[in-house]
């Protein structure tokens, strides 16, 4: 059984229309004592980053996240989601994150050939190295974005974007995944995404 932690920000029913899609049984959880109840979790997430953490403290889901994250089983992040498993953002302020990934969360520089903030459509994602979540892939194929801020660390990147500057889209550390991308928003490609996270 694959949760989806709602923690009051961003659009749930489209990831769990595309995990329904698939056909794999898919649950909103809004308890956070019942995500240890969960085979697999995916972490959503739009909007700020630290009105995000914010949320995530007061529902007390951010205990519950790092708990699960601890146990082994698979956790993904997606969008800001993603951003919220590294250890810190620059948007509005300076804000800490869940910590599990090494890494910090910056701004788009439109002073190094970016076009325009955000950074809102398709793109390449190059592999980087072989993960569970490309699994069947291409080396290099296209993924749907929409955000501002990015992953500049990529000392856990399995897969590598450009925009003005190399950026982590796809990260994973033993248990823990993230995409900075929409895998439901990605057609044929974000669905084998959701799938090989399904089946890893």
């Given at each position: 059984?694959?949760g989806i932690v709602n923690y009051n920000i961003g659009n749930l029913a489209s990831v769990q229309n595309a995990?329904?899609?698939?056909?794999?049984?898919?649950?909103?959880?809004?308890?956070?004592?019942?995500?240890?109840?969960?085979?697999?979790?995916?972490?959503?997430?739009?909007?700020?980053?630290?009105?995000?953490?914010?949320?995530?403290?007061?529902?007390?889901?951010?205990?519950?996240?790092?708990?699960?994250?601890?146990?082994?089983?698979?956790?993904?992040?997606?969008?800001?989601?993603?951003?919220?498993?590294?250890?810190?953002?620059?948007?509005?302020g300076e804000h800490l994150g869940l910590g599990l990934l090494k890494g910090e969360v910056v701004k788009f520089?439109?002073?190094?050939?970016?076009?325009?903030?955000?950074?809102?459509?398709?793109?390449?994602?190059?592999?980087?190295?072989?993960s569970l979540l490309t699994r069947g892939l291409e080396d290099s194929f296209y993924l749907y974005f929409v955000?501002?801020?990015?992953?500049?660390?990529?000392?856990?990147?399995?897969?590598?974007?450009?925009?003005?500057?190399?950026?982590?889209?796809?990260?994973?550390?033993?248990?823990?995944?993230?995409?900075?991308?929409?895998?439901?928003?990605?057609?044929?490609?974000?669905?084998?995404?959701?799938?090989?996270?399904?089946?890893?």
């Amino acid at each position: 059984m694959l949760g989806i932690v709602n923690y009051n920000i961003g659009n749930l029913a489209s990831v769990q229309n595309a995990i329904l899609k698939l056909g794999s049984k898919v649950a909103i959880e809004k308890n956070p004592q019942n995500l240890k109840n969960y085979d697999r979790l995916i972490l959503p997430g739009v909007g700020a980053f630290g009105d995000a953490m914010e949320h995530l403290r007061i529902s007390g889901m951010q205990e519950a996240v790092l708990e699960f994250a601890k146990s082994g089983k698979p956790l993904l992040g997606i969008c800001l989601g993603m951003q919220l498993l590294f250890g810190k953002s620059y948007e509005f302020g300076e804000h800490l994150g869940l910590g599990l990934l090494k890494g910090e969360v910056v701004k788009f520089d439109s002073s190094k050939g970016v076009r325009k903030i955000p950074h809102m459509g398709w793109n390449c994602v190059y592999k980087k190295t072989e993960s569970l979540l490309t699994r069947g892939l291409e080396d290099s194929f296209y993924l749907y974005f929409v955000h501002s801020f990015y992953v500049k660390n990529l000392e856990n990147a399995v897969g590598v974007s450009n925009y003005g500057a190399d950026f982590a889209s796809i990260v994973q550390k033993d248990n823990v995944f993230g995409i900075q991308p929409h895998p439901e928003k990605s057609h044929n490609v974000g669905l084998r995404i959701l799938k090989n996270f399904i089946e890893c």
